[in-house]
């Protein structure tokens, strides 16, 4: 018998142990949970304060590295900017109060989670809208992509295809739609790719009406005008790629 196993014969010695471990795990839980409590409360306190600064609030989702003036910019991912973004994730309750805001915007956000993550995430936007606001989606098209394999492709359509296979298709070794369309579906984290009659869809069952499509960077609202920052380096093919699509909150 080893002396570990001696031990733990001892009685009182393991209950010793055993409390010590537990009030160690109390005491981490505590302080996880202070963490947590002391978090939430900056954090509602930096919307209380936004909200009173501004008479037309709009927010952001998934604000990456485009922060814009006036808007209450929120991610999932810490970008280190100070109290210029604040943590939000749109699979969970927006920690923020109903009929709140003019506008949501999102820019390539929506595929990150799941078609159920996604429908959550709507139906949160249209919770904290103002009714009438507005919320303008921008997501990659599954329409797109498949339109790939028309028989004759413009030449736009070609510049793409080769542009996206020599950018970002390692294995690539022709230039062919099938590579583009599977790094479409597996790359980047993607869950969910959105074709336009889904999206709509799926606007439309989180209670919004009126969905239009917008190419990007225009809009019939001056607040949604040249939102769209994604891949700036190769607009042509980002506009390409990109379906953007708008609705308001009855």
Request: glycine share 6%.
């Amino acid at each position: 018998m080893t002396t570990k196993e001696r031990l733990k014969q001892i009685s009182p010695l393991v209950r010793v142990v055993r409390y010590s471990r537990e009030k160690r795990l109390a005491a981490r839980h505590s302080l996880q949970d202070a963490r947590f409590l002391a978090g939430r409360t900056r954090r509602s306190k930096r919307v209380e304060a936004y909200l009173s600064r501004h008479t037309s609030p709009k927010l952001q989702l998934g604000t990456g590295s485009n922060v814009y003036d006036g808007w209450l910019n929120t991610d999932v991912v810490d970008y280190k900017r100070g109290n210029e973004v604040l943590y939000l994730d749109v699979r969970k309750r927006f920690p923020l109060p109903d009929n709140s805001f003019d506008a949501v915007f999102s820019e390539h956000v929506i595929e990150h989670v799941t078609y159920r993550d996604g429908l959550h995430c709507l139906r949160e936007c249209r919770r904290v809208l103002k009714p009438g606001g507005r919320i303008r989606v921008a997501t990659p098209s599954l329409d797109r992509v498949i339109s790939l394999y028309a028989p004759e492709q413009t030449d736009l359509q070609r510049r793409y295809l080769q542009w996206a296979i020599d950018v970002m298709v390692a294995e690539g070794d022709a230039y062919l739609p099938g590579f583009v369309l599977n790094n479409f579906v597996r790359s980047w984290g993607h869950q969910f790719i959105y074709d336009g009659q889904t999206l709509r869809h799926a606007l439309e069952t989180a209670g919004f009406v009126d969905v239009e499509e917008w190419p990007v960077g225009v809009s019939g609202h001056p607040d949604l005008v040249g939102l769209e920052q994604h891949m700036k380096s190769a607009a042509d093919f980002n506009a390409y790629e990109t379906m953007v699509l708008e609705a308001r909150k009855p």
